[in-house]
């Protein structure tokens, strides 16, 4: 068994959408890798700071993030295993990728009250928007009638 605390590196942009880590972010991961009878077994906690944008008022977002990983890297080639040991070393950007990609949130908010953007000003909403009669379009106008008659 090994331990061992790495300072990665992002080679690429990793996550999609409104948040990632950029290229150039660190990531700090502990990690523990344990030789296994078939493979390695690397099991890692990965810890850094993903940056994007709210997705309702579009401000920027720095956040702390950490996620696990637990991966088997397999000696030798086999269809239920995705990970290989290769020139006796591991690579963890695939698992760290993973991990990262299904845990970073779909639609990040700078706080959860955010209010988001005034639809007719675009400006950030610093109270919510007055309740008011639903204006109709007026390419809809002519179906109001029709509610109108039953």
């Not at 991961?29 to 700071?49: F, K, N, P």
């Not at 008022?57 to 290769?86: F, H, K, M, N, Q």
């Not at 400006?123 to 008659?149: M, N």
Request: include cysteine.
């Amino acid at each position: 068994m090994r331990e061992l605390e790495l300072d990665l590196v992002v080679p690429e942009r990793i996550g999609e959408g409104l948040i990632y880590f950029d290229k150039g972010a660190e990531l700090e991961v502990d990690l523990r890798l344990e030789t296994l009878v078939d493979g390695i077994l690397a099991t890692a906690q990965v810890s850094g700071t993903f940056t994007g944008e709210c997705s309702r008022c579009l401000d920027p977002l720095e956040r702390p993030w950490t996620g696990s990983i637990t991966e088997l890297y397999s000696y030798l080639p086999d269809e239920s295993v995705e990970y290989l040991v290769a020139d006796e070393s591991v690579d963890l950007e695939g698992p760290i990728r993973d991990v990262v990609v299904a845990d970073l949130p779909f639609a990040p908010l700078c706080k959860p009250d955010c209010l988001g953007l005034d639809p007719k000003t675009g400006e950030k909403l610093t109270e919510p928007l007055p309740e008011t009669d639903d204006e109709i379009d007026p390419r809809w106008a002519k179906l109001q009638g029709l509610l109108e008659d039953s």
